[in-house]
């Protein structure tokens, strides 16, 4: 059996579309686990009323915690030999988790593409660009550029239960939650089947294209850094893999300082150039920077503590895409 696990926050609006698709899945051997994490609006009585019509739902409310929170109360509960997690607002097609049992004999975790659906209409696939076909990598074949492009989105994969002992959704963490998860769940597992199809649809809302300034980004991106380190020290020990993940943190030190400069940012420019030296300032951020092979002219200014040059380009590259 599968249990599929939804974390809800007032999901009002797409909660029905999202489950009326897990329901009418061509695989019937599952529960559903709705987690009502607080919500505000009718999505708790939503979910009662989904339980009230198929003995398959369950449904647990609880006080807001936050999203890893809930599916980790979801994991709590779960009784199936397989996890699966959709999100609120997406939905996947009907015949998703048939296909993932159908390629689940002897492989710890399957995984599938996803496709983005944006308001307009437009779709546009998500896939791993490194594996150009449906494949079986197992454990002595992973190298850390393949890691970093699978251990993202929990919700385009199927867990078997037993790897999932002391794994579990970091709480807390602002960023990274679902590759946190994945670094652990990936290193307990032995073989991995990647299926190069789009299973998921994954929502975009208009104003989730709208880049919100995130007054915590560097901070958050710092909390999920320490996480992430800790979390490779156990699975994945070797230099190669925590020089990978060193390389991302720099990635989100660009970004915090791109998040101060974008147009929904409340900051002036002299403490947008403030905060980006205290960016440069980090010991942390140093220390990666010293370590890594990272080149590009923002990395160097981040060393030389150029945090005028930095906003500059920041803004100016942000007014470039819209941001």
Avoid at 250 to 278: H, M, W
Wanted: hydrophobic content about 40%; glycine content about 6%.
């Amino acid at each position: 059996m599968i249990s599929i696990i939804v974390p809800v926050y007032n999901g009002e609006v797409f909660l029905n579309r999202c489950v009326k698709s897990i329901l009418a899945q061509t695989y019937t051997d599952f529960e559903l686990v709705l987690v009502d994490d607080g919500s505000k609006d009718n999505s708790g009585k939503i979910c009662d009323e989904f339980a009230a019509k198929d003995c398959r739902v369950k449904v647990i409310h609880q006080k807001n915690a936050g999203v890893s929170a809930a599916r980790n109360a979801g994991l709590a509960m779960a009784s199936g030999e397989y996890i699966g997690f959709v999100d609120a607002d997406d939905y996947i097609a009907p015949e998703s988790y048939e296909i993932a049992m159908a390629a689940s004999a002897d492989c710890d975790i399957v995984m599938w593409d996803t496709v983005t659906v944006w308001e307009s209409g437009k779709q546009e696939a998500d896939t791993i660009p490194l594996l150009a076909e449906d494949t079986e990598i197992t454990k002595r074949e992973w190298y850390p550029e393949l890691l970093l492009q699978m251990a993202g989105s929990a919700c385009r994969c199927l867990y078997r239960r037993r790897i999932l002992n002391n794994v579990s959704f970091p709480v807390g963490i602002k960023f990274s939650e679902d590759r946190i998860f994945n670094l652990q769940a990936m290193g307990n597992a032995e073989n991995i089947h990647y299926l190069k199809r789009g299973l998921y649809f994954r929502i975009m809302q208009e104003e989730s294209t709208v880049h919100r300034y995130h007054e915590d980004y560097f901070e958050a991106c710092l909390r999920s850094y320490w996480e992430t380190k800790r979390t490779l020290a156990v699975y994945w020990p070797k230099d190669e893999y925590r020089l990978a993940y060193c390389r991302q943190f720099i990635d989100g030190a660009i970004g915090a300082i791109s998040n101060y400069c974008y147009k929904t940012s409340p900051l002036p420019f002299k403490e947008r150039v403030q905060k980006t030296r205290q960016v440069c300032r980090n010991t942390e951020l140093h220390t990666v920077l010293e370590i890594c092979d990272y080149g590009g002219i923002r990395a160097r200014l981040i060393r030389r503590e150029c945090a005028v040059l930095l906003v500059l380009i920041a803004k100016l590259n942000n007014i470039r895409r819209g941001w």
